[in-house]
Structure formats: structure tokens, C-alpha cells
């Protein structure tokens, strides 16, 4: 029996914040996939359209497994098998998504250098293999989850001394590292771009001179800085917790109810506004660019003019008819 109210709070945060992010989420990126894939051959374009494949995958395989779980169990504790495959690919998803966005960030601030040497890093080939690198890296690096994940006492988790060790991974390679990079790559954009606000730079990616700044980099380095600050918010609290639990646990601290039921509470929290990260990203460049915006109503307008078009076309034969 629950002595405090927080296993109540956390429940409805999962049910329904969980599922709010799902669906939320899944509609953003969707728009998001279908703006960018237009712009694809812009590097920093091309990882935002990749970061948000991935964040739709890894949302809506977490939030149906978790909303699911609240009623019926997790399934995945039921096979062994099943509980290392969603361990390892959700962490496969939920990092490369994170590091898409750490290549974003440092393709703005290479794009904003005033260097010919770098320039490279802009080309949408380049941007392509990088994306698949870390891509394949991300597959490699977490293997140990797959090995050491295992199901104990019907729970599909990391157990005794591993449990720590994965703790102390996720917290640096998840929680500290991804916003460490993002900050300093692109407020090192921001700041480069205000030196080079009234120079000459190239309009695209392959090097033609046409004496402006293209406002859709410009655009793109906006929307990702305003990415980059909401992921610092929402990630600072997660690392603390989870070392603390991590280590509280491994080191035998005695802990009353209480403290556990907080614990749990603080955890899942810290959880739920890390994927919040990966529902947020179409509403945050909604917000933070005009151009984006724009670009949304042109969309819309495009998908209304086809309809109408549809039903029009669906109502001439009907009228055919009746003049007969």
C-alpha cells in the first residue's frame, strides 16, 4: 500500500502525459519529416529530418510499452529475448536521436565559421555519412546492454553492480554530454553569427556567392538553439537522480517507503521530460521561426487546396448523373 500520493501522481503522469507526448509527438514529427525531407540536401536539415524519424520511433514504442505496462504488465519481462531487444534498440534510438541534434549544432557552427576549410562539413554528402556513422556507432557502443540486461523478479532491467555501471553511461552519454556539446557548438554558431550578420556568405551549401545570408540557415540555426535550450532544461535533473538512486541502492542505504515511493517519482518525472525532447522539436521551431511557420501554412494550404480538389472532383459525376 502507497503511504505517500506520489506512485498515484506518477501513474497519471504516465497515462497521460506519456500519451499526450505520443501523440503530440508523432504529429509534429510527422510534419516535420515531410518539411525537411524537402530541404534534405541542407546538412543541418537532413539531421533534424533523421533526429525526428528516430524521436517518432523511440516515442511511440516507450510510450505504448509504458502506457501498457500500467494496466497489464510489461510485456517485455515475459521473454528474455524481448527484454534485451527493447533495452538495446530503444537506447540505440534515444542516443542517436540525441547526437543528430549534437550535428546539427555543429553544423551551424561550421557553416557559420568564416573558414573555406570547413565548408565541407556542409555538403549534404558529408551530412549523410556522419549521420550514418553515428547511426552505426550507436548500434555498436550500447552492446553491453544486450549481453547484461536481464529480467529479475519479473522486471526487465539492469540489476546489481551493472546497474550502477549502466546508470553512470546513460547519465553521461544521455544526460551530460549531448547538452555539454549542443551548448557549445551552437551558442559558438550564435556568437559567430552575429559577427558575420552583415557579411558576405554563401547562400547554400555548395559555395555560390550571392552576397546575403541565406535566411533558411539562418532559420535553421535559430530553431536549433531554441531546440538546444529546451533539451538543457529538461535534461539537467535527469543524471542527479539517477546517480543518486543508483549509487543510494548499490551502497545498501537503508531507505523507508517514503523515500522509495520519492525516489520512483523523481525517476519516472525526469524520464517523461526526456522524452519530451522527443516530442517537442516541431512546436519549438514552430515558436522560434517565422520562415518555419511560413512554411507550415504552405503545407496546410497545399493539403486544403487538395481536398477541396478531391471532393470536387467526386461531385461532378454525381451531378452528371442527376442532369441525366
Known amino acids: 500500500m502507497s503511504v505517500t500520493i506520489f506512485p498515484f501522481i506518477q501513474t497519471q503522469i504516465t497515462r497521460y502525459g506519456m500519451s499526450a507526448l505520443m501523440i503530440l509527438g508523432n504529429i509534429g514529427n510527422f510534419l516535420i519529416i515531410i518539411l525537411f525531407y524537402q530541404r534534405r540536401k541542407n546538412s543541418c536539415a537532413m539531421y533534424l529530418l533523421c533526429a525526428a524519424i528516430i524521436n ?41 536521436g540525441r547526437y543528430f541534434t549534437v550535428l546539427a549544432c555543429i553544423d551551424r557552427y561550421m557553416w557559420t565559421r568564416d573558414d ?7 555538403r549534404s554528402s558529408t551530412s549523410r555519412y556522419l549521420a550514418a556513422m553515428v547511426f552505426l556507432i550507436w548500434h555498436i557502443f550500447p552492446i553491453h546492454i544486450a549481453v547484461l540486461a536481464t529480467i529479475n523478479n519479473g522486471r526487465c532491467s539492469e540489476f546489481g553492480v551493472y546497474y550502477v555501471v549502466y546508470q553512470v553511461y546513460n547519465s553521461i552519454f544521455l544526460g551530460l554530454l549531448p547538452p555539454i556539446l549542443m551548448s557549445i557548438f551552437g551558442f559558438s554558431a550564435y556568437h559567430n553569427m552575429r559577427k558575420l550578420h552583415l557579411r558576405v556568405r554563401p547562400i547554400g551549401n555548395n559555395g555560390d556567392d550571392n552576397g546575403r545570408v541565406n535566411r533558411h540557415d539562418r532559420d535553421l540555426l535559430l530553431m536549433v538553439l531554441t531546440e538546444v535550450v529546451v533539451y538543457v532544461l529538461t535534461t539537467i535533473p535527469y543524471p542527479f537522480v539517477v546517480l543518486e538512486i543508483a549509487v543510494t541502492n548499490y551502497m545498501g542505504v537503508v531507505k523507508s517507503a517514503e523515500r522509495v515511493e520519492i525516489e ?5 518525472t525526469t524520464l517523461t521530460l526526456l522524452y519530451l525532447n522527443n516530442s517537442s522539436p516541431f512546436y519549438t521551431y514552430f515558436a522560434a521561426s517565422k520562415a518555419f511557420r511560413k512554411d507550415c501554412k504552405t503545407l496546410f494550404i497545399k493539403w486544403k487546396n ?7 472532383m467526386n461531385q461532378i459525376p454525381r451531378v452528371r448523373q442527376l442532369q441525366i
Open 264 to 268: 520512483n517519482f523523481l525517476n519516472s
Open 116 to 122: 573555406a576549410h570547413t565548408r565541407f562539413m556542409n
Open 306 to 312: 487538395r481536398v477541396v480538389r478531391l471532393l470536387t
Open 56 to 96: 517518432s520511433a523511440s516515442l511511440t514504442c516507450s510510450g505504448v510499452i509504458n502506457v501498457y505496462a500500467l494496466d497489464y504488465g510489461d510485456p517485455t519481462a515475459r521473454s528474455l529475448f524481448f527484454c534485451k531487444l527493447r533495452l538495446y534498440v530503444l537506447n540505440i534510438w534515444n542516443q542517436s
